[in-house]
């Protein structure tokens, strides 16, 4: 699979690869963060968030990392599919109703088949 | 699934001229949200509004921008005397609390 250190603003991958997507947020005060797929003509779509008091959480086919000390969160993809082809943004937010999600710079993910 | 319906899908308009951006947020969310992202960037926030008022907003968000909940379904964005620079895509948002469901967005292109 693909591994990415630091953040890149494209990533391509075959059919059935792992892949990794980094982001480096920049409030300290954030502590909820939230990975969102953007498709071309669409809005930002929820895919998986987690909360500061975790470092790990799972979903289905997706996994979010979170590393308080360096402020890195990475979105891990399995067996990534063409329907994963889209750009990928995280976003952060102080865990309270209604405050702004202060979204990263996106990557954008292609599968190849 | 409930979703964020947004009006028009596209608005071509000449510079200086008046828009209204029109969303229909989930019927039981409390908290509603533009963001703007112009062609190639990141999503960027505009404004939130609960209770009938603006509770944060951006520097982006200066006094050409206005927004209002005119009944209890719609959400507007009123951009009054429109720039180049004002093209981009416009998302509406809203959520209960901290989950947020984004709108598809209108892309407006000032010419």
């Known amino acids: 699979g693909e591994s990415v250190g630091l953040h890149l603003p494209t990533l391509s991958v075959q059919e059935g690869d792992n892949s990794i997507i980094n982001c480096a947020y920049s409030?300290?005060?954030?502590?909820?963060f939230i990975w969102y797929k953007q498709e071309s003509g669409k809005g930002p779509q929820f895919i998986i968030d987690?909360?500061?008091?975790?470092d790990k959480r799972q979903g289905q086919r997706v996994t979010v990392l979170l590393n308080k000390t360096v402020k890195h969160l990475s979105l891990q993809i399995a067996a990534t599919q063409p329907g994963d082809s889209a750009v990928y943004f995280c976003?952060?937010?102080?865990?309270?109703?209604?405050?702004?999600?202060?979204f990263g710079k996106g990557t954008t993910l292609s599968v190849s088949s | 699934e409930p979703e964020v319906t947004q009006t028009p899908s596209h608005q071509v308009t000449q510079m200086g001229q008046e828009v209204i951006l029109r969303c229909v947020p989930i019927?039981?969310?409390?908290?509603f949200y533009w963001y703007r992202q112009i062609l190639g960037q990141k999503v960027e926030f505009l404004v939130s509004?609960?209770?009938?008022?603006?509770?944060?907003k951006s520097e982006i968000f200066d006094d050409q921008f206005s927004v209002e909940r005119p009944d209890g379904s719609n959400f507007t964005l009123k951009i009054r005397s429109t720039k180049l620079e004002d093209s981009a895509m416009y998302f509406c948002?809203?959520?209960?609390?901290?989950?947020?469901?984004f709108g598809s967005g209108t892309r407006l292109t000032v010419v």
């Open positions: 976003a952060e937010t102080p865990y309270q109703a209604g405050t702004a999600l202060i």
């Open positions: 948002a809203s959520s209960t609390g901290t989950r947020y469901t």
């Open positions: 987690i909360r500061s008091n975790m």
């Open positions: 409030n300290s005060a954030s502590d909820y």
């Open positions: 509004f609960y209770n009938n008022e603006i509770s944060e």
């Open positions: 019927s039981n969310h409390l908290y």
